[in-house]
C-alpha cells in the first residue's frame, strides 16, 4: 500500500512539474511581439472565427447518409470525387491545420521580416473564406 502512494506521490509531482514548464514556456511565447500586433490578432481572430463557423455550419446541415456523398464537383468534367458523409469535415480540419502552420511559420519570421509574417497571416483568411464557399456548394450540391 505504502509503495502504491509513494508512486502516486512521484506521478504526481511530475504532472505539477511538467504543468509548471508548459505554462512558462506558453508564457514566455505569448510574451513576444508577434502575439502583441493588433493586424496579426485582428486577422488571426477573423480566421478562427471563420474556421470555427465553418465546422457548425457543416455540422447543422450535414445529414447522416449511407450513401456516398458529392465532395468535388469540376465544371468541365462534373462530379470526379464521390466520399462517405464524413469526409466532408476534412474541410475545417484542413483550415485548422493551416491556421497552426501559418502561425508558427508567422511567429518565427515576425523578428526577420514582418512583411512575410503579416502575409502568411493574411492568407489564413482567404484560405478560410474559400473553404467556407467550398462547404457552402457542397451542402448544396448534396440537398
Known amino acids: 500500500m505504502q509503495e502504491e502512494e509513494k508512486f502516486t506521490k512521484i506521478v504526481f509531482r511530475r504532472i505539477v512539474i511538467l504543468k509548471n514548464f508548459l505554462l512558462s514556456g506558453c508564457k514566455i511565447i505569448v510574451a513576444r511581439p508577434y502575439w ?23 455540422l447543422q446541415n450535414q445529414k ?45 519570421l515576425y523578428l526577420k521580416e514582418k512583411l512575410a509574417a ?5 492568407i489564413i483568411f482567404i484560405i478560410q473564406i474559400f473553404l467556407l464557399i467550398n462547404s457552402y456548394l457542397i451542402i448544396k450540391i448534396n440537398s
Not at 493586424?39 to 457543416?58: C, K
Request: charge should be negative.
Open 118 to 122: 503579416y502575409f502568411l497571416v493574411f
Open 36 to 58: 502583441k500586433d493588433k493586424q496579426i490578432m485582428a486577422v488571426l481572430f477573423s480566421s478562427v472565427l471563420l474556421n470555427v463557423f465553418i465546422w457548425v455550419f457543416l
Open 64 to 108: 447522416e447518409n449511407t450513401y456516398p456523398i458529392i465532395l468535388h464537383y469540376n465544371l468541365f468534367f462534373g462530379v470526379d470525387y464521390l466520399g462517405d458523409y464524413e469526409k466532408i469535415y476534412l474541410i475545417p480540419l484542413s483550415g485548422l491545420i493551416i491556421i497552426i502552420i501559418n502561425l508558427i511559420l508567422g511567429h518565427l
